[in-house]
């Protein structure tokens, strides 16, 4: 009784955020967001039982001189500390734009969404065929009509903190088509929409890289390339998004080269009654023959908006041969 009587004290708790400077724009906004549960391993011999602090950030936000805005996301989700965005972004006119350090490489919405916004405790699982966080460069064109935004971008293609240890860098590009108004990153519609909106956002990217496998250690060179298209439907309560992958792994041998293809395809969405209560559910699937198929569903209710949610997720993963994991979830997430 304690437990929820503290919980429904979070929505007013974390409904004002923290600025600096001001009045506008400010030269630091500081938010934050929280989540954390017990966690259910529903498989025979034993069940496992847990507790998940899946998700802590601080989120540093603001403007110096000019256009320049700025962005410091430091997370420390089970106990690690990483850096995992610090860039700044100049937009010297409307319709351009330029990111620089490090940030999510373009490539659709699948990690391009901020941890803040998911529909799922988790991110979807073709999350996994994004380029993810990398150090680099990404201009961006907007249409004037805010219809379209093209974004492409070369980044060293190692991740966060690893060293640039080959000549190659990675590339992407993405083109974000919009044609009934803006689509918020964000993957519920609990807030509401007043006329439906729709986003298409074709993707690739492509890195070169050379790796020691083996003992003893041997140099191989691999080529991964991965195009992908995502369409996302907003309409009142309605939340839809469907998304198709395919990764081209291409490696070295003697004089020739194998290739590895694997496709990934995802459709989830969500009803938010009243805007509180929200089923949902998702369908993954990665590769064809013995692919990994994973069922979610879960209700999600919202106390204030994002900033303060309690969430119930299911996953059912099949690997395509005997092999099969259950996982229940309750979590509570509030954001500041």
Same mark, same amino acid.
């Given at each position: 009784?304690?437990?929820?009587? #503290?919980?429904?004290?979070?929505?007013?708790?974390?409904?004002?955020?923290?600025?600096?400077?001001?009045?506008?724009?400010?030269?630091?906004?500081?938010?934050?967001?929280?989540?954390?549960?017990? !966690?259910?391993?529903?498989?025979?011999?034993?069940?496992?039982?847990?507790?998940?602090?899946?998700?802590?950030?601080?989120?540093?936000?603001?403007?110096? !001189?000019?256009?320049?805005?700025?962005?410091?996301?430091?997370?420390?989700?089970?106990?690690?500390?990483?850096?995992?965005?610090?860039?700044?972004?100049?937009?010297?006119?409307? %319709?351009?734009?330029?990111?620089?350090?490090?940030?999510?490489?373009?490539?659709?919405?699948?990690?391009?969404?901020?941890?803040?916004?998911?529909?799922?405790?988790?991110?979807?699982?073709?999350?996994?065929?994004?380029?993810?966080?990398?150090?680099?460069?990404?201009?961006?064109?907007?249409?004037?009509?805010?219809?379209?935004?093209?974004?492409?971008?070369?980044?060293?293609?190692?991740?966060?903190?690893?060293?640039?240890?080959?000549?190659?860098?990675?590339?992407?590009?993405?083109?974000?088509?919009?044609?009934?108004?803006?689509?918020?990153?964000?993957?519920?519609?609990?807030?509401?929409?007043?006329?439906?909106?729709?986003?298409? #956002?074709?993707?690739?990217?492509?890195?070169?890289?050379?790796?020691?496998?083996?003992?003893?250690?041997?140099?191989?060179?691999?080529?991964?390339?991965?195009?992908? #298209?995502?369409?996302?439907?907003?309409?009142?309560?309605?939340? %839809?998004? *469907?998304?198709?992958?395919?990764?081209?792994?291409?490696?070295?041998?003697?004089?020739? *080269?194998?290739?590895?293809?694997?496709?990934?395809?995802?459709?989830?969405?969500?009803? *938010?009654?009243?805007?509180?209560?929200?089923? #949902?559910?998702?369908?993954?699937?990665?590769?064809?023959?013995? !692919?990994?198929?994973?069922?979610?569903?879960?209700?999600?209710?919202?106390?204030?908006?994002?900033?303060?949610?309690?969430? %119930?997720?299911?996953?059912?993963?099949?690997?395509?041969?005997?092999?099969?994991?259950?996982?229940?979830?309750?979590?509570?997430?509030?954001?500041?």
């Amino acid at each position: 009784m304690r437990l929820f009587v #503290i919980v429904m004290m979070f929505p007013a708790l974390t409904l004002a955020g923290f600025t600096l400077g001001g009045p506008e724009p400010p030269t630091m906004t500081i938010g934050g967001q929280v989540r954390f549960g017990p !966690a259910l391993s529903l498989d025979p011999d034993p069940w496992e039982v847990g507790f998940e602090n899946s998700s802590a950030s601080l989120f540093f936000t603001g403007r110096l !001189a000019g256009r320049l805005d700025w962005m410091v996301h430091p997370s420390m989700a089970g106990g690690r500390f990483a850096l995992l965005e610090c860039f700044g972004e100049w937009k010297p006119l409307d %319709l351009l734009g330029v990111r620089f350090g490090h940030q999510k490489a373009s490539f659709g919405r699948v990690h391009n969404s901020s941890a803040a916004r998911l529909l799922f405790a988790a991110r979807n699982p073709l999350a996994a065929f994004a380029p993810g966080y990398q150090l680099g460069v990404t201009p961006t064109v907007n249409m004037p009509d805010g219809r379209a935004a093209f974004r492409f971008g070369a980044y060293n293609g190692t991740g966060w903190g690893a060293p640039h240890a080959d000549p190659w860098l990675m590339y992407a590009a993405s083109l974000e088509v919009t044609p009934l108004g803006p689509v918020p990153y964000e993957e519920s519609a609990h807030r509401g929409y007043e006329t439906p909106v729709f986003a298409l #956002i074709p993707g690739v990217w492509t890195h070169r890289e050379r790796r020691a496998v083996g003992v003893p250690p041997v140099q191989r060179e691999y080529t991964t390339t991965v195009a992908g #298209i995502h369409a996302a439907l907003r309409a009142d309560y309605l939340a %839809l998004d *469907a998304v198709f992958c395919r990764r081209w792994v291409e490696t070295e041998v003697g004089n020739g *080269a194998e290739v590895v293809i694997t496709d990934g395809l995802s459709v989830q969405g969500g009803y *938010a009654f009243d805007g509180r209560y929200e089923p #949902i559910a998702r369908f993954t699937m990665v590769g064809l023959e013995g !692919a990994i198929t994973t069922l979610e569903a879960g209700f999600n209710w919202y106390f204030g908006s994002y900033a303060s949610r309690l969430g %119930l997720n299911f996953a059912g993963v099949l690997d395509g041969g005997d092999g099969a994991r259950h996982d229940l979830r309750l979590y509570y997430e509030f954001q500041f």
